[in-house]
């Protein structure tokens, strides 16, 4: 009787393939699984290929994006994209997940410092990530700022609905410093006001 290798498959799971199959072949098999909605089945691949292959990247970028996407648990998609960034950080569509998945989760401090780092980085989609830096420097209430970045998106930009979106996303910001600024000089106002009352 042919003995079973004692790294084969998980016996609970039948959609996992064994361990001697290449890590590329394993994710392809859960792309296709997730393609096809089997949602679960292609995450119990991903999970499988982290336990076999450590420091496979693609599988926890893969992770990230299907608990970010597919599960709405932004939370847990953060972790397996850090653990992507810490292993390959030459890849490229990693930045954009990662930087979309702080904006969801409201970090817009930490979003603004990990995006001003990874635009050094050539293979960036510098386009989407100037786009993301507007929208944590508007939330931060630097309007100069997001304009600036908005504008930046533009320049690198060669998708014409993208450029018309970034022009709003301008022209909103513009009014939000007026308003601003107007309620700068009202609050001036109403101290001078307040400390002439006092005297």
Do not use: W
């Not at 847990?76 to 960034?85: G, N, P, R, S, V």
């Not at 600036?148 to 979106?165: G, K, R, V, W």
């Amino acid at each position: 009787m042919t003995q079973q290798p004692k790294d084969n498959i998980n016996k609970d799971n039948k959609f996992v393939p064994p361990v001697y199959v290449d890590a590329s072949i394993l994710l392809l098999e859960a792309k296709q699984k997730l393609e096809n909605q089997k949602i679960k089945e292609g995450l119990d691949i991903l999970h499988h290929i982290t336990l076999l292959y450590p420091n496979y990247s693609k599988a926890y970028n893969l992770l990230g994006y299907v608990y970010d996407s597919l599960l709405e648990d932004t939370k847990t998609a953060e972790k397996y994209y850090k653990k992507c960034l810490e292993l390959e950080p030459d890849l490229k569509e990693v930045y954009s997940n990662y930087a979309y998945c702080l904006l969801v989760l409201k970090k817009y401090q930490e979003l603004e410092k990990f995006v001003l780092e990874s635009l050094t980085i050539s293979i960036t989609n510098k386009p989407y990530l100037y786009h993301l830096l507007g929208k944590a420097q508007e939330a931060l209430l630097k309007f100069d700022e997001a304009i600036e970045s908005y504008s930046n998106s533009i320049l690198h930009s060669f998708d014409n609905e993208d450029i018309q979106a970034r022009e709003k996303d301008i022209a909103r910001c513009r009014k939000k410093l007026a308003f601003l600024n107007k309620q700068k000089v009202v609050t001036k106002k109403t101290k001078k006001t307040d400390q002439l009352d006092n005297n």
